[in-house]
Structure formats: C-alpha cells, structure tokens
C-alpha cells in the first residue's frame, strides 16, 4: 500500500511560484495512476494534475494549464507539482494522491482522470494573497 507526504506548502503572493513535494513509499514498481488535486471549504475536490506512470501525457485541470507542471524524480520516489503565476483562487489545501491501476498505453493518463483514487496523502495548505 502506497503512503504519501506533502510538503512544500506555504504563503506566497500573486504571481509567484512555489513547489509542492510529495513523497512516496510502499509504491515500488507498482502501476497505477498518479495526481495533484486541491480542495478549500464549500468546494468539490478538483483535479489539477493527473496522469498514468506508463501513459505518455499529463492531464491539467482547465483553471490551473499553462501555469502548472506535474514532475517526477523516481530515485527519490517524489512527485512535484510546480506553481507558477500563482492567483487568490488557486489559495487551497493541496493532496496528492494514486492508486495501482494496471494499464499500458497511451490513454493510460485518460482513465485515470475518472479513475477512484485510494491512496491520499494529509494535504499541504497553500496561500496566495494579492
């Protein structure tokens, strides 16, 4: 069972940048799906980053493309999620999150979009202010 740990959470003002981390263990070579999501009180969950590690894309939430990059450093079992031109609206309690899923393609990244993640890290609270 995979575990996960964000990190890199904080305040910054419109139009910085930040990197959130999220360390994982107990996943090894496992296949499924991996993904940034965010939420803040009164809201539906929303993803933001989400792809297949054997798919060939990245899938980014429509309010966040162009500004946010999703990464990975396999020798240290990280994932990254590089915020750039950062907005009020993006200020949300961050997770990361996967879940085995074996698929080998192309489209790999496009299941998991609606795919029913299991494995959740506790979040990392970012803060935009203007």
């Known amino acids: 069972q995979a575990r996960l740990v964000e990190s890199g959470g904080g305040s910054v003002q419109v139009g910085g940048s930040l990197r959130l981390s999220c360390v994982t263990s107990?996943?090894?070579?496992?296949?499924?799906?991996l993904g940034w999501f965010r939420q803040v009180p009164g809201k539906e969950r929303e993803g933001i980053a989400i792809?297949?590690?054997?798919?060939?894309?990245?899938y980014y939430g429509p309010t966040v493309r162009g500004r946010f990059s999703f990464s990975q450093d396999n020798a240290k079992n990280t994932l990254y999620l590089q915020m750039n031109d950062l907005k009020p609206e993006d200020t949300a309690m961050y997770y990361c999150?996967?879940?085995?899923?074996?698929?080998?393609?192309?489209?790999?990244?496009?299941?998991?979009?609606?795919?029913?993640?299991?494995?959740w890290g506790q979040g990392t609270q970012v803060t935009v202010s203007s």
């Open positions: 999150a996967a879940d085995a899923f074996s698929c080998f393609g192309p489209t790999c990244t496009t299941a998991c979009i609606t795919h029913n993640f299991g494995t």
């Open positions: 792809l297949h590690n054997r798919g060939s894309t990245t």
């Open positions: 107990g996943y090894g070579d496992t296949v499924g799906c």
